[in-house]
């Protein structure tokens, strides 16, 4: 699976934005995608997974209830919605993918495919 996030940009606090993963490659529509950020000088965390069956989704509780995962497997993509973003929000968020079993994957070595990564700035 190849994968392609876009949709980041610079917004103010309060503000929304959506992000897009495009993906590539037979197997997606069986594939766990999950969306990761990280910040300047600190690790890549979790920030939401969705399951192949587009129903299952899991949360990192820092953006639960402002974000949301859904995914079009007609469209090979997957998207994110962010709401109320806050300045914390502020990091380059990568999409990933992941083939295997086990749910909710939430760890970035639980999965194999990555897209590079859409930076997302959000001013106070």
């Known amino acids: 699976v190849q994968l392609q996030a876009s949709g980041g940009g610079l917004v103010q606090a309060g503000g929304s934005l959506r992000l897009s993963c495009a993906a590539s490659g037979r197997t997606f529509s069986r594939s766990v995608i999950g969306w990761f950020r990280q910040a300047p000088g600190k690790e890549r965390e979790f920030v939401a997974t969705?399951?192949?069956?587009?129903?299952?989704?899991y949360y990192a509780d820092s953006v639960k209830g402002r974000f949301t995962i859904s995914r079009d497997n007609a469209k090979s993509a997957v998207y994110l919605q962010m709401d109320s973003l806050t300045p914390e929000d502020t990091a380059v968020y990568y999409c990933a993918a992941d083939d295997g079993t086990g749910w909710p994957r939430s760890r970035p070595d639980s999965y194999d495919y990555w897209g590079q990564g859409t930076l997302v700035t959000v001013s106070s």
């Open positions: 969705i399951h192949w069956n587009a129903v299952r989704t």
